[in-house]
């Protein structure tokens, strides 16, 4: 079974700084990998996701991570960060074969000091 | 309105009553799904239904029960709560396409169980 672990539980930078958020999945074959944000209140949105191809992708509100298979990482990184960037961060990993389930890692939650 | 709305949003209850969680979209997903998170956890699926006559167990059933109602609608019910059952609950659907499915989430129900 697929397994995520996120190591960092609370991250804090301030504002204007670049941001890495790490993430390490467990799986034998290629996984398909996302990247969730939790605003207070809020529902999970998607910021990018990665099946196949280029293993740098890009998401929304300035994003990006990279595939690395070698290390089995798939982490989250932004140049600049801003205030609105306060929230909660989930990596998850979906595999084929198991119905379409994902399991989620345990979340990251950055703050963002000005 | 958002594609899926989850009502109530907040909800306090007694140890053993029964409560009913509701979900519903207007993507025209086929597929439907229910989260629990809780702190330092992430999430964990409760149940899944890919059509209307398709309810399958996720990784934490127990004590919980779903209904399918329509392609739109998809409830989650505690049949006798318990305070353990205290959590965040989230609804999300997908559909079939496209390698794997990205989900899609409603914005939450914090339920709590005194």
């Known amino acids: 079974a697929q397994s995520v672990t996120q190591p960092d539980i609370h991250i804090t930078v301030s504002e204007g700084a670049s941001l890495e958020l790490r993430c390490n999945y467990s799986?034998?074959?290629?996984?398909?990998l996302f990247w969730y944000v939790q605003s207070p209140g809020q529902g999970l949105q998607l910021l990018l996701k990665y099946f196949s191809g280029d293993t740098l992708v890009q998401g929304i509100k300035g994003f990006e991570a990279e595939f690395k298979r070698s290390q089995s990482s798939f982490n989250l990184r932004k140049p600049s960060v801003h205030w609105s960037d306060a929230a909660e961060y989930f990596c998850a990993v979906g595999a084929t074969g198991t119905a379409s389930k994902l399991t989620f890692g345990t979340g990251t939650r950055l703050q963002v000091t000005l | 309105d958002a594609d899926v709305t989850q009502t109530p949003r907040n909800r306090i209850t007694k140890t053993g009553k029964r409560i009913m969680l509701e979900c519903s979209q207007t993507?025209?997903?086929?597929?439907m799904y229910w989260y629990r998170q809780d702190p330092g956890l992430g999430l964990r699926l409760i149940y899944y239904s890919f059509d209307v006559k398709d309810i399958n167990k996720g990784e934490i059933s127990d004590g919980y029960s779903v209904s399918r109602q329509a392609q739109a609608k998809f409830s989650l019910s505690l049949e006798s709560a318990i305070p353990n059952q205290t959590a965040l609950y989230f609804c999300?659907?997908?559909?079939?396409?496209?390698?794997?499915?990205?989900?899609?989430f409603g914005q939450g129900t914090r339920l709590t169980v005194v």
């Open positions: 999300a659907t997908s559909d079939a396409q496209g390698g794997f499915p990205t989900l899609l």
């Open positions: 799986y034998g074959a290629t996984p398909y």
């Open positions: 993507k025209g997903h086929d597929r």
